[in-house]
């Protein structure tokens, strides 16, 4: 789960793959992830700048480089890491394996072949469509998938999968029983509004234009803040949005609420972008708005509070969105091993 570690565990596959002689592709889908998890490995691993590179728009690895850590949307395009072959792909938010440009680079890579080891990582290991990515839970037991229109449940095909098996799964609950992660103290807000009627997409989850125009009014997010003023008025906190006006919306809601509060979505300039969340980070910024910007990989520890304005039918991303205020501040587990 969030906060469980899975930069750590990424660099030391990549330290003993190194130690083999093995090259290896680290695969991720955001452009913010990319620079952070390449540090992370090399500090990890002591690969210097022509050892571990990255490839990720107007950026190019070395030719020499063991390691590469590339963005899933530069390596999609055949012209990228063209003399560069894998002995090893690991792919990071690997639920968003079975997309259609994560697929095109397993074939281009012959993963499905058998010519390199594929393993993935991922706080939540399922996909909102019910896609089996795996074959078999931690446990051996064979993950169950629903077929036809009769939804006939029948044991997962491996070949129909992205992985053979689930190795490992520390969930939110196993971090919070264990210390790596801070307990969840949950308030609801009742707002009166019904989203009954509101469509469902292909995928089960709500149709987000038609949510936004139901959701976004200040009635509402106002009666939010009132909340959240009388438990927590001092918290860090980040709000997760429908769309980018329901994000500037709230943001705007909360300054005039008599708070420091900013948004950030897809569009944000990128210097906007970090200086927003240093900002945040060093404590000078207290509301951060946003619109499915920091759903997922985005370490925060400073934030200890999450305000769901966005509400899923999909339990993966609810898990993802609280996550981000679970990690323990700076500092209290820097010394356990």
């Known amino acids: 789960a969030t906060g469980l ?26 452009r913010e992830i990319v620079a952070a998890l390449k540090k992370e490995i090399a500090d990890y691993c002591g690969l210097d700048e022509l050892q571990i590179g990255i490839e990720q728009a107007e950026q190019f690895a070395p030719v020499m480089a063991l390691v590469v850590v590339a963005s899933t949307d530069t390596i999609v395009k055949e012209n990228r890491l063209q003399w560069f072959m894998p002995d090893m792909i690991i792919t990071d938010e690997a639920h968003r394996s079975s997309t259609p440009s994560n697929l095109a680079i397993y074939e281009r890579f012959g993963v499905n072949e058998g010519k390199c080891i594929h393993i993935g990582f991922s706080a939540t290991m399922f996909r909102a469509n019910k896609v089996a990515l795996f074959a078999k839970y931690v446990d051996g037991t064979p993950y169950i998938v629903e077929v036809g229109k009769a939804k006939r449940k029948v044991k997962a095909r491996p ?22 992660l801070v307990d969840a103290h949950a308030h609801t807000v009742e707002t ?8 469902k997409n292909a995928e089960g989850e709500f149709n987000q234009k ?16 009132n909340d959240w003023k009388a438990i927590c008025p001092t918290a860090q906190t980040m709000v997760f949005c429908v769309d980018v006006d329901h994000a500037k919306d709230t943001a705007e809601l909360w300054r005039q609420a008599g708070y420091t509060a900013e948004e950030i979505d897809g569009t944000t300039d990128k ?12 404590g000078r910024l207290q509301v951060l708005s946003n619109c499915d910007c920091f759903t997922e990989g985005t370490n925060l520890p400073k934030c200890n509070c999450v305000v769901l304005l966005k509400p899923t039918r999909w339990w993966g991303r609810f898990i993802q969105m609280i996550g981000r205020g679970l990690r323990p501040w700076p500092g209290l587990l820097d010394k356990l091993q």
């Open 159 to 180: 070949e129909d999968c992205i992985f053979d098996e689930l190795v490992v799964d520390y969930d939110i609950t196993f971090g919070m029983d264990n210390g790596w």
């Open 5 to 30: 570690g899975k930069g750590l565990c990424i660099a030391d596959i990549v330290a003993d793959a190194t130690m083999q002689e093995m090259k290896v592709l680290v695969m991720v889908h955001r």
């Open 210 to 225: 038609k949510l936004a125009k139901r959701l976004n009014n200040a009635t509402r997010t106002n009666k939010v803040i």
């Open 271 to 282: 210097m906007i972008r970090d200086r927003h969340v240093l900002e945040f980070n060093a």
């Open 192 to 199: 009166g509004t019904d989203i009954r009627d509101i469509p």
